[in-house]
């Protein structure tokens, strides 16, 4: 794979994490216009927004075997067009049916581009030989919020969905087909280079073979971050606004202020890597991640707990892309099925995180909930060693790159 190659294919995978970014963002931040639109009840709503990561289970489940038989990167080309045109789904129908059809296609083809992404994202962090795969989750945060800013404009302006989500979808789908002609795998994808030949695939369970007792703590890890992630989508508005007196107004600036930084801090989190390593990288971002949760369980008012969820952004937003790449490092041979199957995790850290904070706020107080994902945080710096053999810090000489020219 030539250097030039392998620039144009990590373009187009940043491009196709950020129209992922759009289109979630879009779908998520309109659910109230959604209901609306299908006249679904309160009752029945939970039920609709659990489906979603239940069936991107599903898909991640079916991509770990669909890539045994074809590369990732053709999952990707057809789940990514997929994801967009059942969006646009969303948008258009009317009966009960309709929706629950479109967010069906949307979950199943959201599971299968999650996991496909991530696979090609730590195949070619192999070939470029240094991190490159928190730049991948910084391209997703730019398009989250890019995608909640054009929500927030179509309910400014009272555009009905199908109005909403067509000229973004006129826009995002050429671009993603023309983008997707770039992809590529690099070396070592399930110990096989681009055109076939194998690229020295490891043995036993560590190499080739894939342990789900190896894997576990990463799976851990990934749930742990989602919960904190689901907390503060869910949460912190309700959290300003009843819990530290904060404005109805104040109360939406808790979840941008974490977007921002959780873009922010991605898009240096590869130097950081780079210069000090993975596992110093992720305890850090844990001990600002759990700091964050604390000083929003005692903030005694509205400033004071955003500046927690700032601390949030920053801490959060390291962990996710470094458990995917300290998969792909774990199982050499075998990273593509180590990636789905991590990825799943990610969904049930979503369907934990938000009954959980609610459950224990309603049954003690949403102080003392905060401090439950502050603790599973916090735990991730028991399996901090898993994001080692330090592979990942190519700066400081540990390893030597393969294609250090490579821009």
């Known amino acids: 794979m030539t250097d030039a190659g ?51 289970g599903a898909g991640s489940v079916a991509t770990e075997k669909v890539v ?17 045109l059942a969006l646009l789904g969303v948008g258009a129908g ?23 992404m991530n696979m090609l994202g730590v195949s070619l962090q192999r070939a470029y030989g ?28 009272e555009l009905s969905l199908l109005a909403s989500y067509l000229p973004v979808v006129a826009v995002l789908l050429p671009a993603a ?29 560590a190499g080739g073979a894939l342990s789900f007792k190896l894997l576990l703590p990463l799976c851990l890890i990934m749930t742990f971050a989602y919960i904190g992630d689901s907390t503060v989508s869910n949460w912190s508005a309700k959290y300003l606004q009843d ?29 950081g890597v780079r210069r ?28 004071v707990g955003m500046l927690g969820f700032t601390m949030l952004g920053f801490g959060l937003c390291v962990i996710v892309p470094q458990t995917f790449a300290a998969a792909g490092r774990m199982f ?23 009954p959980l904070v609610g459950a224990l706020g309603d049954a003690w107080s949403y102080r003392g909930a905060m401090l439950v994902p502050m603790v599973l945080v916090l735990a991730t710096l028991v399996y901090a060693r898993a994001f080692g053999p330090e592979t990942a810090r190519y700066g400081g000489g540990h390893e030597r790159p393969r294609t250090a020219d490579v821009g």
Do not use: C
């Open 177 to 205: 087909l023309i983008g997707n002609r770039w992809y590529t795998e690099g070396k070592g994808a399930e110990g096989k280079r681009p055109d076939g030949t194998e690229a020295g695939v490891g043995s036993g369970g």
């Open 130 to 157: 240094r991190s490159i795969m928190t730049g991948f989750h910084a391209a997703y945060s730019l398009g989250g919020i890019a995608g909640a800013s054009l929500a927030w404009a179509g309910a400014r302006w």
């Open 6 to 56: 392998l620039r144009h294919g990590r373009a187009s995978l940043g491009l196709s994490f950020g129209v992922q970014g759009v289109a979630f963002a879009l779908l998520v931040t309109r659910i109230p216009a959604i209901q609306d639109q299908y006249g679904i009840s309160d009752g029945l709503l939970p039920v609709f927004l659990a489906a979603v990561p239940i069936l991107a």
């Open 276 to 303: 000090f390593g993975a596992v110093a990288v992720v305890r850090g971002g844990s001990l600002l991640a759990a700091g964050g949760f604390a000083v929003v369980a005692v903030a005694p008012g509205a400033w």
């Open 68 to 84: 045994a038989r074809v590369r990732p990167s053709v999952v990707l080309r057809w789940a990514q067009p997929l994801v967009l």
């Open 243 to 271: 819990v530290l007196g904060g404005s109805e107004q104040l109360a939406t600036v808790p979840y941008n202020l974490y977007m921002v930084t959780t873009l922010l801090g991605r898009a240096v989190g590869d130097l």
């Open 332 to 354: 050499p041979g075998n990273s593509d099925a180590a990636v789905a199957r991590l990825n799943i995790f990610n969904y049930v850290g979503f369907l934990v995180g938000s």
């Open 94 to 116: 009317r009966e009960m049916w309709h929706v629950a059809v479109a967010l069906g296609v949307f979950g199943l083809a959201v599971g299968a581009l999650d996991a496909s």
